[in-house]
């Protein structure tokens, strides 16, 4: 439970679970979204990984993270951040993503 709230803690992190929230992105492309190094959003990726919010694999020479939709915390966050004015709009990106890949 506390790598949970450790996780839950940084905003990075929950703008990466809100990014994830309906689909996979190799770790370039999370970071392509943020101002900071490529190891620090590794860093963040870790943390999310240890906390089983998200998961990786690799193919190639990506890895790919998606969320664990299992996870009661992912679903609680998915509320949570429907009402927050940051995470909405990367939720509903992350939807328009994941309908654009099915076709």
Do not use: W
């Not at 992912?74 to 328009?96: D, Y």
């Amino acid at each position: 439970m506390q790598r949970i709230f450790e996780a839950l803690a940084s905003a990075a992190r929950r703008r990466i679970l809100a990014i994830l929230a309906h689909g996979e992105m190799s770790a370039g492309e999370i970071a392509a979204r943020f101002d900071m190094t490529r190891a620090s959003i590794s860093q963040h990726l870790s943390v999310l990984e240890a906390a089983g919010l998200v998961t990786s694999e690799k193919r190639g020479q990506f890895v790919f993270y998606r969320q664990v939709p299992e996870s009661l915390v992912n679903t609680l966050n998915g509320f949570v951040q429907e009402a927050c004015p940051i995470g909405r709009p990367l939720r509903h990106e992350s939807a328009a993503r994941a309908r654009r890949q099915k076709t």
